[in-house]
């Protein structure tokens, strides 16, 4: 007898403990879902051929729960946001041919396998059939345009031309060739996805013989913004790879850690650094990263990147302390990285249609006067600011939070005026024509210029915002470099000016 | 009855593998400690407002275990200090109205809440109530006055303003303006600590209605050498955060990692690329980071920070290989970082009090000459290496040891040396009248002189110190850099020169 | 009845769960080896003085299972290659005695302690005895001749003296001192690795009383390519540290990242950020990194590095997916770092006795022509990439893994033509006079040269063969630092150009 109630409590204690590894396999003692004869089919050959990604599969929810009883659970623990799923899917696991045979007219990339009419690129707009919310919240976001954005904008279009183009010293100078699509796409567009097209078929030579698939042209890719062949934009596997779906995946920083990191973007690095990180790094593997709702103080102790941004947030109490977005700027009011000066969010994710006063498709001027109509206003800031707030109220009171984002505010003030700074310099430059404004990225002063607000002015808005990294707002990219930087831009512009005057 | 013995025999299994995340919880099995009427009172309230904190205490061992169960433990078991403590404290679990009620009468951020006297920054002051060693040990550190170590040291507090001050750019040239609260609160003081000042109290908004509370200024900061409102430096904090009072976060070497970094106090980023990261980064899941005493090869089998510098270390026969200490100094001889030279270990935590010859308050002359009355004598340099060298011996054969310190001191010598050097250079640039020396710290041969020994010379000693990170000394930041840097040193001493010249 | 169901369900639930743990342990169940009477007599004492390394053994293979229980295992399973062991060594387990005693004459490092003759130094020659196979394809390893490929060749030769020779600073210039060894043990030679010698016997005073031991330089030093006092090359601890001998260590990225990582050689912060890195670091605590062989799918979900250049991996059914090999380019048909071209591997190990048509000892001339004679042909090279693709293909589909790959021929021929342009600009500068080809390391513009292909080149072939790192290939060590670099380059051309006019 007392054996057992001791074993029993030994049991009852190692399921607690164990329930990150437990979930992440699937709910214990449900019935898995049946397969489609299609997938079974499918796997038949793959289990051989592929076993990685079927293996993969096998551990993820996808292959365990049907969409009818995923629909069956209570709304918060729902993972599925669609009302209902068409009836062929609904009582199978989501399996290889269900998702690769979805609106299958709709792809240029659809062929012939081996008796079976499938897709090679599963898009957002077949993930829709079941995630409909998540796909319509990301269908606005930045990251969707994420091409666009970059590529469309003649700006940012010369920015990345200048970078990645191959260059010749011919005759004493310095000249440069448009970049390559292989290097673009490791590139720039490793993070922005590439636009992946149906080049016809072509026949390849495969360890299952020879085999007749589509020509894709930038594949494979898995930017966020990615173009599909079925016209949609987006890769949900951007964030929740590959075959295993995993919402544990996502909800760690290492994923938005891939794109968001040093010297542009260092939301990751800034992240380490923080107290945040400090305890994410090392309690990790006490917490569950696969629970849905996420439940504050239970299931993690300190927020990851989707726990502020994104992620279903509830108390122990069951009460809700965020929705779920997939809309990456919900619930932020300002934009702080990837442009000059920190302004208000854009109201729209294709940046490409804002115009400023000197009318480009930035959403400031060069000395931060704001493009105002196409950035959102005051009300929507506050709403925004209020739900990032009540992020911080599960652990932080009133005046703690109140305190971090003064200093916040100070900050963005502080180094859009450090830009200010540089930017007087750079046009002072310009006026002496020392450099040529044409291209404002390919000259000396100009780069200086460029890395000032792209690494350091970023860099310190992201410390500020993530209440740490003091190092790294410090020495490492932050206030120092934005000092030796204004020092090498002066030095800079007096020696252009001397050799100039030596000129004449 | 085989399969009682298989049960019996995989609990045994499971208890030993699962001893760390049963421990991270309280010993189980162990009768929880009651709550005081106020704790459960605040509990009642902020389970619903700050969920998390509440959750991450329920987590911790002040949750479950008396003081007075605590004081009950074997002596290298025991993670309280004191003696005793008061009897109103010692039967109850240590809640929020504990600590928070503490020495009410020296704290200015008292206040009436709820019907409650609390205040809200608990200091090192309250937490000697049970912790006295570690408080006693922790305030002589240079940790515990790292505020005043900075800004009360005018040398250092120029080169604070220097860097972090507001830069403009008019008529031609730079100026700069004091540095803000803001942002020395986000850069060095973010790690040094603010000083929190109460200034009345302020009535804020929170979703509990209107509330009235102290207005602190600089909070929330827990930089180590935080000044407190009961007057009182330092916060636990730091190392412990926040409601968890983890002493496994403390030995996990994230948490030093979070000030000691990349790239001026480089000690984490060397520390992952030595062999002991490596263990330590395979292996951390499988180890114990919460048994007291810390058992060398059975808990864990490759140092971390804490072992070598902290923590109460046994064998697996119980001998006491190392005994606790808080302060960081106790088992280090030399100081390797923030100052040009590497030199004796200054006696008193307060290193304002150091005049060198010069007449400056830093250990060593810009030449290398010690202040030597400020810094510890060779006795007591060999008990402190003494303390450090018996941690290595827990795993290496003195051969090995002596060999690896060999390499230290020559390492020590050598990049001295090469402070030198390069500080002869920038001498020859004061003494030609190419930059000032008024403050040594914004000009151009000055800056680079400043990180020679900062940034790289440090670094090579980290690398050496921790017997790894060959690629940190050699090309990141060490020796690669150290030799352009000379380079650059001499052609901005050439290049200035010529200009001085040609102006005449 | 429905207890020992749930029971004996949860137990083997616990079991799967815990499987990484109860592998690293030893195979539960198994009958452990016995010891030898000569290391139970080491054990008695060390235990005491250095219990850390014998607690570390105890968790050991070696501790458990005797060589000849480990030549019954099936072949696949098998982790020694020898078809059979001395008998002496055949049924005791692998312990201190059994490896500090074996082929004792060979070892100049013999001598005797507390009544045996041991040596200090077990070697790659010593391990051969169980692990035949891995030392003979390690003995053919570019890392088994990395101290000679380094210091016997003078071009590298030169380059780290330029680098880590002390700098002095005497009438206005600067001079270059050797370097010391303890600098050279503490860079380059800390992965190259060092020449341990025996300079006879010293007495040394240690926690045992006086001990005479043999007298060893350089030591101590894990390096690949250490030389041994037995006159073997190689370390096999520098990835199976140190009385653990782990597979689950060497299996794991941080051991690869001690030696290769940024600036130089960044395979392993170009693995973190890419997906393989991201899942990983997001899953790693579910994997199983202990089993042999390794099962793909099922042990791990994305590869580390040891997947694909190391381990013999298995898919679930059973086939064989590749080969075990300790030949680190055995899958490697290009050689992307390190050189200033990217070339076919290298024949031997030995990269001495190449000769380009230039006459030196690199396997292409500055201007990038081969020295093919030294080189893999086709036919070898086709040969090797046909082993990383099977890899590739656990999970990837061919036309993704086509695709793949001709990114990174595109990526090889773009950064060697962008190392080209670097190469003529450095030409030009000899040619003009204005820096001196003698040392090709030590001025302006050959020290930009050399970072352009050492740091940004191979940086971005790293980013491109592991079909990840965008941002690292853009801005952190890439794209964005090549334009810059060739900028530089071409200024500083001009202004040595300019000043060598001026003097005239």
Redesign the interface.
């Known amino acids: 007898m007392i054996?057992?109630i001791?074993?029993?409590a030994?049991?009852a204690?190692?399921?607690f403990?164990?329930l990150p590894?437990?979930l992440?396999a699937g709910p214990?003692g449900s019935q898995p879902a049946k397969l489609s004869p299609e997938t079974e089919a499918c796997i038949g050959c793959h289990?051989?051929?592929?076993?990685?990604?079927?293996?993969?599969w096998?551990?993820s929810r996808h292959s365990v729960i049907s969409p009818a009883d995923a629909l069956k659970k209570p709304a918060l623990q729902r993972r599925v946001s669609a009302e209902s799923v068409p009836s062929q899917l609904a009582s199978v696991a989501v399996g290889c041919y269900e998702c690769h045979s979805l609106n299958l007219a709709n792809h240029k990339d659809t062929f012939e396998h081996n008796g079976f009419r499938i897709q090679?690129v599963v898009s957002p707009n077949d993930c829709k059939t079941c995630h409909v919310l998540e796909v319509q919240q990301y269908a606005d976001t930045k990251k969707a345009h994420a091409i666009k954005n970059l590529m469309a904008n003649p700006v940012y279009h010369l920015l990345v031309e200048?970078?990645?183009g191959?260059?010749?010293?011919e005759k004493?100078r310095?000249t440069s060739q448009p970049a390559?699509d292989?290097?673009l796409?490791?590139?720039?567009?490793?993070?922005h996805g590439t636009t992946v097209e149906v080049k016809g078929l072509?026949k390849?030579?495969?360890?299952m013989g020879e085999?007749e698939?589509p020509k894709?042209t930038n594949?494979?890719n898995?930017g966020v913004g990615r173009g599909n062949p079925d016209g949609s934009i987006g890769a949900c596997s951007s964030c929740h790879?590959?075959h295993?779906f995993?919402i544990?995946?996502a909800r760690?920083p290492?994923?938005c850690?891939?794109?968001h990191?040093?010297?542009?973007?260092p939301a990751y690095n800034v992240y380490?650094?923080?107290?945040h990180?400090?305890?994410y790094?090392?309690?990790e593997?006490?917490w569950n990263f696969s629970n849905v709702p996420w439940v504050?103080?239970?299931d993690f102790?300190a927020p990851t990147c989707a726990t502020c941004h994104n992620s279903l947030v509830t108390?122990?109490?069951g009460?809700v302390i965020a929705e779920r977005t997939h809309n990456f700027s919900d619930r932020l009011w300002v934009r702080i990285f990837g442009l000059p000066y920190a302004h208000p969010q854009p109201k729209a994710g294709n940046t490409t249609i804002i115009k400023n006063a000197d009318g480009l498709p930035l959403p400031t001027t060069f000395t931060n006067l704001p493009a105002s109509t196409f950035l959102i206003d005051k009300a929507e800031q506050d709403k925004r600011f209020a739900k990032m707030k009540g992020v911080c109220?599960?652990?932080?009171?009133?005046?703690?939070i109140?305190?971090?984002f003064?200093?916040l505010d100070?900050?963005i003030q502080?180094t859009n005026?450090?830009t200010l700074?540089a930017t007087?310099?750079l046009a002072?430059a310009w006026r002496r024509g020392v450099e040529d404004k044409k291209n404002p990225f390919n000259?000396?002063i100009e780069?200086l210029w460029l890395r000032h607000w792209?690494?350091y002015g970023n860099s310190?808005r992201y410390?500020?915002a993530m209440?740490?990294?003091?190092?790294y707002?410090?020495?490492?990219n932050?206030?120092?470099e934005?000092?030796?930087n204004?020092?090498a831009m002066?030095?800079a512009l007096d020696y252009k000016t001397m050799l100039k005057k030596g000129r004449k």
Not at 185 to 191: K, N, Q
């Open positions: 054996r057992s001791t074993v029993s030994l049991c204690f190692f399921i403990a164990l590894f437990a992440s214990p289990e051989q051929f592929t076993p990685g990604i079927v293996a993969d096998r551990a090679v200048t970078i990645t191959m260059k010749k010293f004493g310095i390559s292989a290097t796409h490791e590139t720039c567009l490793g993070c072509q390849i030579s495969t360890a085999l698939v894709l594949w494979p898995q790879p590959r295993s995993s544990e995946i760690k290492y994923t850690g891939q794109c990191l040093e010297p542009d973007v380490k650094e923080s107290k990180g400090n305890i790094k090392s309690k593997h006490a504050a103080g239970k102790t108390a122990p109490s009460e109220a599960s652990c932080h009171t009133t005046a703690w109140s305190g971090h003064a200093k100070s900050t502080e005026d450090m700074t007087q310099i002072e000259e000396t780069q792209l690494f310190i410390a500020s209440t740490g990294a003091p190092d707002a410090a020495f490492k932050g206030w120092w934005l000092m030796l204004i020092n002066k030095d």
